[in-house]
């Protein structure tokens, strides 16, 4: 379920929604059983925060909770003094828990023979490597505020280089793999990066894909870029530029075990992550320490329940918020022990993640819904023929789950034993604002149920007043300052405002997306307000895309919509008049996997258009504007009602039928 909410969708979902309460006996030995706490943080959510904040470790007490006199520009813990990686790390080893694992990393290709395929990190390792590593780059002459650039692989290094960038101060700015080399560099050029962590290669479905070689084509003539430090994951030796290029093994050679922490002041940034919004340019968000740490580890405490014997594993990519906050912040800062695979879901076989949980014996299981979608297409058999038993609950993020989606997940994965944790957030609010408490709330499939303690969420008519009927849609919004809350937009403060405080003033945050309530006043988030698509939990932007598209040598102009998709949630469609002015001619399977091509070198693979159709002219109205509309009606075979006030009426028949042909 995606797009814009319409009533007669709400009230079949509302017709069947169930009820799940936490499953007897849950409720033993969790540390978030009492529903009082919800009152307790509303009464006073700065007390409620503090609290959250007095367990981590700080060089420093802060002197005051929130300034919110400035909105919304927020400052929290002020006048505090913390440094993430002490709190991740060393704070577990001085409690004598340094033989404990933090991660339990399996490789894609564990069964190969090369025998590290399957790596036990404990946090006392962590700690050395991170502190060597943290040396290494101080040896460069990076320091506090530096920014610096990573693109990995799912290997433990990737969290060692973030840790190692928070343990000096630096900011790191880290690229999704899955991203192409070009975002890379925009990325690093945009952001001022001045070294960029990456690696030979990383293995996909069993074969390396090179990660150094692709981004030395790009790579030049960035000017900023003094270092690329290389971890060789694959052994596939890319050439290295004398000067500027270092082994990840010659950086950390020699360096100490210990290295001297920076005293960051609460308010100073931990981390830029680049996503998109409406305009063809990414958003750099800007997350800051003492509040973005407080906020990480209080909802990974609260939300997945955890307790002292959780394998605990998120399977997302660190590259995404999602792995920043609930693969390496929070679980860290809480001492947990977390599986962190690498590769794909299917490789060797499809039953890959159902063999490592059980292989591990996991206990908790966070991913997409996406994931889900393709693992109910794979078979049920597949998880069946594991044992997953340990399991005790499950989380969803990214996108609106479907309840069909969601009761399988619950019967065959759960085995009808486990509630499942719908989790709303984004990278802007650096952790997340709404779920469900699993020893507290009831579920129901699709809803992801209400604010968390100290979260404060309405809907809003286009007015600005809330909605407070049942299942009437209107605009999310969160009406208190959070600790997570992103800070600015780097080197975009003004973005930051236009695109977030604005709409309903500067004290409230537009969230974009559409949501509506029932009569719980459980949340049901329906999907973005803006031009941002969705795919697989992959937040893409339109006009990126489009920019892409129209940057291919023979589009003359393209226009980019996401359209609904059972597999993928929201797939990406293109229209797109060729350069010569005419379609006749183009032969659109090869001119397809050319823009695809395309767009896969520009964006990734992840943003290819799922279908093209291409016209002499795109759907506009008189006065020349593209009406995107139409175009979603055009690709989703709604009606198309009166299309008089077109230029070229013409146009929307000849789409028409190019997206009939395609789906019959
Ligand atoms: C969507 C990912 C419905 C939403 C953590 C949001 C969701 C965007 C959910 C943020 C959910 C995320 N139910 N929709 N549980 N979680 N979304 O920044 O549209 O990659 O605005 O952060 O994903 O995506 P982002």
Redesign the pocket.
């Known amino acids: 379920m995606t797009g814009q909410s319409n009533d007669e969708s709400i009230e079949v979902m509302l017709a069947a929604a169930e009820t799940f309460p936490p499953p007897p006996g849950f409720a033993e030995g969790s540390r978030f059983s009492d529903p009082a706490i919800y009152e307790k943080a509303s009464g006073d959510p700065e007390g409620w925060w503090a609290g959250w904040a007095g367990e981590l470790e700080w060089f420093e007490p802060w002197k005051e909770v929130l300034d919110w006199s400035d909105p919304p520009h927020a400052r929290w813990f002020e006048g505090g003094r913390i440094n993430a990686s002490v709190n991740c790390l060393d704070r577990h080893v001085a409690a004598g828990r340094g033989d404990r694992i933090a991660y339990l990393w399996e490789a894609e290709d564990a069964d190969d023979g090369s025998g590290d395929g399957r790596r036990g990190v404990t946090y006392g390792e962590l700690l050395e490597e991170t502190c060597r590593f943290a040396n290494g780059l101080r040896g460069l002459g990076i320091g506090r505020g530096d920014v610096v650039g990573i693109y990995m692989p799912m290997v433990p290094e990737t969290v060692v280089a973030m840790l190692a960038c928070a343990r000096i101060g630096a900011v790191h700015n880290v690229v999704f793999g899955g991203f192409s080399p070009e975002s890379v560099r925009d990325r690093m050029d945009v952001s001022g990066a001045r070294a960029l962590v990456t690696a030979d290669a990383t293995l996909r479905r069993g074969s390396p894909v090179p990660m150094k070689a692709a981004l030395d084509q790009v790579l030049d003539g960035l000017g900023g870029l003094e270092h690329v430090i290389v971890l060789d994951r694959c052994g596939t030796d890319p050439p290295m530029a004398e000067g500027r290029d270092l082994r990840w093994a010659d950086v950390i050679a020699g360096q100490p075990e210990k290295c001297e922490p920076e005293r960051m002041e609460s308010e100073d940034p931990l981390f830029i992550l680049y ?2 919004g409406s305009t063809a340019s990414p958003k750099g ?1 800007v997350h800051t320490t003492g509040g973005y740490l407080t906020h990480v580890s209080a909802t990974h405490r609260m939300v997945f329940d955890l307790r002292d014997d959780d394998v605990y594993w998120c399977a997302a990519d660190i590259g ?3 792995g920043h ?1 609930y693969i390496v912040y929070g679980p860290l800062l809480n001492g947990a022990t977390s599986v962190m695979y690498e590769g794909a879901p299917d490789y060797p076989t499809r039953d890959r993640w159902w063999e490592i949980a059980a292989r591990y014996g996991a206990t908790i299981l966070y991913t997409a ?1 996406t994931a889900i979608r393709t693992f109910m297409k794979w078979g049920d058999d597949l998880p069946a023929a594991h044992d997953l038993s340990k399991l005790r609950l499950l989380g ?6 479907n309840p069909e989606a969601w009761l399988w997940y619950r019967h065959h994965i759960g085995g009808d034993r486990c509630p499942i944790v ?8 650096g952790g ?1 604002m ?2 469900p408490l699993p020893a507290i709330t009831a579920t129901k499939p699709g809803s ?1 149920t209400l604010p968390l303690p100290g979260i404060e969420a309405k809907i809003l008519d286009g007015e600005g007043h809330e909605i407070e009927g049942q299942g009437l849609g209107g605009n999310l919004v969160i009406t208190k300052p959070w600790p997570g809350m992103a800070r600015t937009l780097y080197r975009e403060p003004e973005r930051f405002i236009e695109t977030y405080w604005s709409r309903f003033g500067q004290e409230t945050y537009a ?3 559409a949501a509506f309530r029932d009569g719980d006043g459980y949340f049901w ?4 307000l803006d031009d ?1 698509i ?1 795919v697989s ?3 893409l932007s339109t006009m990126e895309v489009e920019a892409a598209v129209d940057s291919h040598p023979s589009v003359a102009e393209a226009a980019v919509i996401g359209v609904p998709d059972e597999q993928t949630g929201q797939a990406i469609v293109a229209f797109v008049t060729p350069r010569d002015g005419t379609s006749d001619g183009v032969e659109p399977e090869a001119m397809t996997a050319e823009i695809r091509e395309h767009v896969a070198e520009r964006i990734g693979k992840l943003a290819r258009p799922a279908r093209v159709y291409y016209s002499e002219d795109l759907p506009k109205t008189r006065s020349g504007k593209i009406m995107r509309r139409l175009l979603r009606d055009i690709a989703t075979g709604h009606d198309l009602g009166d299309t008089t006030t077109l230029r070229d009426p013409s146009v929307v028949e000849s789409l028409a039928a190019q997206v009939e042909a395609a789906d019959s």
Not at 422 to 429: A, Y
Not at 525 to 528: A, C
């Open positions: 996503t998109s968000i995404w918020v999602t906050s819904p969803s993020v990214g996108e609106p789950i719908d989790t709303w957030w984004q990278t802007e609010t997340i709404i779920s992801a969230v974009g997306d988030i329906v999907g973005r941002v969705n939990g992959h937040r």
